[in-house]
């Protein structure tokens, strides 16, 4: 005899497993995929004759503000860990900036920079939820500047930037920071107590991200308690883009492109905004194509565009290689 089935009963249906080493692929496939278009839109004589007039004191020149600007991370971290209480050495806080761009270069993704910091600042407060916290939201801070950054050069005059582009640069721009600032302030005036009682990994999972998300937001009200350290993480991350802007200035002046200030401007911003969508590896390609995209509108050659891009990529994972000894000496510290 077979029992009517109840209609509030749910069914549990199996569900399909993505492979893990599905998402890398489609990163390398994107990467892969937009290299692929330039250089076969790119004329390679034109980019080499550009090149011939990159000197090496050019060359060395953008290596350095780029070493800057990476000094200017370590600048923040102690900003940020200030915020929670935690102290170390100047030393301790360089060699887990420069270690954590260092393994980001050979790690798909931010996971190396934020993985080993999250492992480090979580021994230092004692709490991975409050550590997570903080990394994310200096991600976001990042990112929210970047889009501010390109929001004020969109509303610079700029003659070949069409109305309706300029519109939309500005209202997405606004309305994604809005939105940021609004949420992690919500998250802030959350607390998890109550509702969240029991076992079972389900409930451990959910409380542990919940956690996450809450100690994301509470990093405004710390904000706010310690202005001291909050002024100097702005500080530092305005000196940062200030340098990596400054770093494209000199390139394309030394290639003989004279481009207005907003238009560099929006063109480092939005490359680093879209280099931060993880649908590539380590944002390689997608962060070529948007240089040469967002130069392109101001009338620079897809072969000087892409140059650019070279370039200031060389630049930085050349000068990340300083970060080799931090990695090496905090893995045999990890191991002992």
Not at 4 to 12: G, L, N, S, V
Not at 130 to 138: F, N, P
Not at 147 to 166: D, G, K, T
Not at 177 to 182: G, M, N, R, S
Request: proline share 4%; with cysteine; aromatic share 8%.
């Amino acid at each position: 005899m077979v029992s009517a089935r109840d209609p509030h009963q749910r069914i549990d249906r199996p569900r399909i497993a993505v492979p893990r080493w599905l998402t890398p692929l489609l990163q390398v496939a994107v990467s892969a995929g937009l290299l692929a278009a330039l250089i076969a839109v790119v004329d390679w004589n034109r980019l080499r004759a550009a090149a011939d007039a990159l000197s090496l004191e050019t060359l060395i020149t953008v290596g350095i503000v780029f070493l800057a600007a990476q000094a200017s991370l370590v600048l923040r971290w102690r900003a940020l860990i200030d915020m929670l209480g935690v102290r170390e050495p100047w030393s301790r806080s360089w060699h887990s900036v420069f270690a954590g761009l260092f393994l980001s270069n050979f790690l798909p993704g931010t996971l190396g920079s934020d993985g080993l910091r999250v492992v480090l600042l979580t021994k230092s407060c004692g709490r991975a939820s409050i550590a997570i916290g903080a990394i994310a939201y200096e991600r976001l801070m990042q990112l929210a500047l970047y889009i501010l950054v390109v929001v004020a050069a969109a509303l610079a005059p700029m003659p070949w930037l069409e109305p309706w582009l300029r519109a939309l640069i500005v209202g997405i721009g606004s309305g994604a920071v809005l939105t940021i600032v609004f949420v992690l302030y919500w998250l802030g005036q959350r607390s998890m107590e109550g509702g969240l009682a029991g076992g079972g990994l389900v409930r451990a999972v959910w409380r542990l991200s919940a956690t996450i998300l809450v100690e994301t937001g509470r990093m405004q009200t710390r904000m706010r308690r310690h202005r001291r350290a909050a002024a100097g993480f702005w500080a530092a991350s305005l000196l940062y883009v200030g340098l990596v802007i400054a770093a494209w200035l000199i390139v394309l002046r030394a290639i003989g492109e004279p481009v207005a200030l907003a238009a560099i401007v929006l063109s480092a911003g939005g490359a680093a905004v879209a280099a931060a969508v993880p649908i590539s590896l380590n944002g390689i390609g997608i962060f070529e194509a948007t240089a040469v995209a967002l130069l392109g509108l101001s009338g620079v050659p897809a072969s000087h565009g892409f140059l650019v891009a070279l370039v200031l990529r060389a630049a930085v994972v050349a000068t990340t290689f300083l970060g080799l000894p931090g990695a090496v000496l905090l893995w045999r510290e990890r191991r002992s």
